[in-house]
Every structure is written in structure tokens, then in C-alpha cells.
């Protein structure tokens, strides 16, 4: 075992204990109708393969802050690797979180080819996405962005106002700068254009069984992101706690989220050692 690694598996100790988590193994099966945090999954049509759960960095996030930046590069970045140790190789960052140094720390401490590394640019033109991607590499210390989402799409017509920074996403696609592109949306005009475009690969959507920060009530979103995953996109589900309006009913959101059958993988920005451990836990122990 790495230093690194009983480092952080011995600190999570008491937590992991009263808890009663069970560590599982990365790549491991569930049995019928139960789900892990740990499950492979693969996004969509894009042939990458990832944790079910990602470590979400952008719980309140904006202006380059959020719940989970304040806990410092040491303290996030310890937060990732732990996830990393118990199977979670999806780490979900965007500019506008300020997350990428925390990221960067704790992909020097795994293989970069275990790891699926999504990020978020607010970028609408050519010149601004091609920047962000040069900037974004830097700053995350890796050569390539598994994948770029334009972030926080709101726009009926954002595939055609914004079709230069699409064109930018696609070419480096084709370069191999990004395995996949696509967007995370905030309007239900946006979200319905993406499951119609094409050009979107993977789709970040809100999704919660109230309806707490969403698009769109529960059944009207679900039923677009059913449309997109017929489509072969990957969909990602977000705000799965409704941005903690759901922090007492953890059990019920999970359930809704694994039982609607849209979701390929969802994100949830824990923001310590035992709330990673207990969301884990509590994944395995859903019940369909």
C-alpha cells in the first residue's frame, strides 16, 4: 500500500467505522438491483468509462469559490484522493468553482489514465474556448480534458449563438485535447435543444425528485433526458440533493436518482471525509 494511501484510509478510520462503510473495490459488480458508487459505467456513446458517483468541487460554486475550495488544495484535493481509494475515478471541477489547483494536486498523487477529469468552461465564442483550453491544462497539469462542458447554457438557440466555441470543442476533439464534449444547462428550452443537437456527446443536468433548483418540474426533465439518453448522450446528473434542500432526505434522492433509468453517472460535492463515506455507503445500500 502507498504512504499516501494508509495515510488517508487511516484517517478516515473512525468515520469509515461508525459508519459501517465497507470499502469496495474498483470495477466490482452489485448484485441484482443494487447499485455502487463504484459501479463502471460507461457515458453514453462516448466509449469513456468512469465511476458511477463523481466528486463533485462546485457546491455553491461561482466566482471562482465554493464549499469545497474553502477546505484548501490540501484539504479538497485529500477529500479526492480518499474517493479515489474507495473507487470514485471521476472528478467533476470547473473554472467557475476555482477548483482545478485541488484537482491538479490530487492527479499528481494517481495515474492520469484512472481518472476521468471533467471541467467546465462559461467561454460562448471561438477565441474564448480555444484559451480555456490551453489555460485549463495548465492549470489541471494533465495534457488532455477527458471532457469540456459549456457551462450553464440557458438559451433556446445556444446551438447556433454559439456554434464558434462548438466548432473549438469539436476540433479538439478530433486532436485528442478532450475525449467528449457537451453542456450543462439551466433553462428546460436549453436542455431540450441539447437532447436535439448532435454535437452534444454528454449532458450535466439537474435532477431531483422536488424539483430544487431545475429546469423544469421532475417529470417534464426526465423525460428529456430520457430522449437524450435514447439519443446515445451521456447523461450526468447534478443538484441530486437540491443544492441541500434534500440534506435530511439523502436516502429518497438516491433512490430517485438510481431508479429513473436516465442516469449514467450522477455528481455530489461531499464536503468532508465522513459525508463522502456516508453518500457512498448509502448508495450501496438503495434498493430498486
Same mark, same amino acid.
Given at each position: 500500500?502507498?504512504?499516501?494511501?494508509?495515510?488517508?484510509?487511516?484517517?478516515?478510520?473512525?468515520? *469509515?467505522?461508525?459508519? %459501517?462503510?465497507?470499502?469496495?473495490? =474498483?470495477?466490482?459488480?452489485?448484485? *441484482? %438491483?443494487?447499485?455502487?458508487?463504484?459501479?463502471? &459505467?460507461?457515458?453514453?456513446?462516448?466509449?469513456?468509462?468512469?465511476?458511477?458517483?463523481?466528486?463533485?468541487?462546485?457546491? +455553491?460554486?461561482?466566482?471562482?469559490?465554493?464549499?469545497?475550495?474553502?477546505?484548501?488544495?490540501? !484539504?479538497?484535493?485529500?477529500?479526492?484522493?480518499?474517493?479515489?481509494?474507495?473507487?470514485?475515478?471521476?472528478?467533476?471541477?470547473?473554472?467557475?468553482?476555482?477548483?482545478?489547483?485541488? +484537482?491538479?494536486?490530487?492527479?499528481?498523487?494517481?495515474?492520469?489514465?484512472?481518472?476521468? +477529469?471533467?471541467?467546465?468552461?462559461?467561454?460562448?465564442?471561438?477565441?474564448?474556448?480555444?484559451?480555456?483550453?490551453?489555460?485549463?491544462?495548465? /492549470?489541471?497539469?494533465?495534457?488532455?480534458?477527458?471532457?469540456?462542458?459549456?457551462?450553464?447554457?440557458?438559451?433556446?438557440? =445556444?446551438?447556433?449563438?454559439?456554434?464558434? *466555441?462548438?466548432?473549438?470543442?469539436?476540433?479538439?476533439?478530433?486532436?485528442?485535447?478532450?475525449?467528449?464534449?457537451?453542456?450543462?444547462?439551466?433553462? #428546460? /428550452? @436549453?436542455?431540450?435543444? @441539447?437532447?436535439?443537437?448532435? =454535437?452534444?456527446?454528454?449532458?450535466?443536468?439537474?435532477?431531483?425528485?422536488? !424539483?430544487?433548483?431545475?429546469?423544469? /418540474?421532475?417529470?417534464? &426533465?426526465?423525460?428529456?433526458?430520457?430522449?437524450?439518453?435514447?439519443?446515445?448522450?451521456?447523461? #450526468? !446528473?447534478?443538484?441530486?440533493?437540491?443544492?441541500?434542500?434534500?440534506?435530511?432526505? +439523502?436516502?429518497?434522492?438516491?433512490?430517485?436518482?438510481?431508479?429513473?433509468?436516465?442516469?449514467?453517472?450522477?455528481?455530489?460535492?461531499?464536503?468532508?471525509?465522513?459525508?463522502?463515506?456516508?453518500? #457512498?455507503?448509502?448508495?450501496? *445500500? &438503495?434498493?430498486?
Amino acid at each position: 500500500m502507498k504512504r499516501r494511501e494508509f495515510i488517508g484510509r487511516a484517517a478516515s478510520g473512525v468515520g *469509515a467505522a461508525w459508519l %459501517g462503510f465497507k470499502p469496495v473495490a =474498483w470495477g466490482s459488480t452489485a448484485p *441484482a %438491483g443494487r447499485f455502487r458508487a463504484a459501479d463502471v &459505467v460507461t457515458l453514453g456513446s462516448t466509449g469513456i468509462k468512469t465511476s458511477r458517483l463523481a466528486c463533485g468541487t462546485g457546491t +455553491v460554486g461561482f466566482n471562482h469559490h465554493s464549499n469545497q475550495t474553502a477546505l484548501g488544495i490540501q !484539504g479538497l484535493s485529500d477529500l479526492l484522493l480518499q474517493g479515489y481509494d474507495h473507487g470514485l475515478r471521476f472528478f467533476d471541477c470547473a473554472d467557475s468553482y476555482g477548483s482545478h489547483p485541488h +484537482v491538479a494536486a490530487a492527479l499528481k498523487k494517481v495515474p492520469r489514465d484512472k481518472v476521468t +477529469v471533467l471541467t467546465k468552461s462559461w467561454s460562448r465564442d471561438g477565441d474564448g474556448m480555444r484559451g480555456d483550453l490551453e489555460r485549463f491544462r495548465k /492549470e489541471l497539469g494533465t495534457d488532455y480534458l477527458d471532457i469540456c462542458l459549456m457551462h450553464c447554457l440557458t438559451e433556446a438557440d =445556444w446551438t447556433d449563438r454559439y456554434r464558434s *466555441a462548438m466548432d473549438v470543442l469539436e476540433e479538439a476533439r478530433q486532436k485528442g485535447i478532450i475525449r467528449a464534449h457537451g453542456c450543462s444547462c439551466h433553462s #428546460i /428550452e @436549453a436542455l431540450r435543444a @441539447a437532447a436535439k443537437s448532435d =454535437w452534444v456527446q454528454v449532458d450535466l443536468a439537474r435532477v431531483n425528485p422536488i !424539483g430544487s433548483h431545475m429546469d423544469a /418540474e421532475p417529470d417534464t &426533465v426526465v423525460s428529456v433526458l430520457r430522449e437524450m439518453k435514447a439519443r446515445g448522450k451521456g447523461v #450526468i !446528473g447534478m443538484k441530486i440533493l437540491g443544492q441541500g434542500d434534500m440534506r435530511f432526505r +439523502v436516502d429518497e434522492a438516491l433512490h430517485y436518482a438510481l431508479s429513473r433509468g436516465v442516469l449514467d453517472a450522477f455528481t455530489i460535492g461531499a464536503e468532508s471525509r465522513s459525508e463522502q463515506l456516508d453518500l #457512498i455507503n448509502r448508495i450501496s *445500500a &438503495v434498493n430498486l
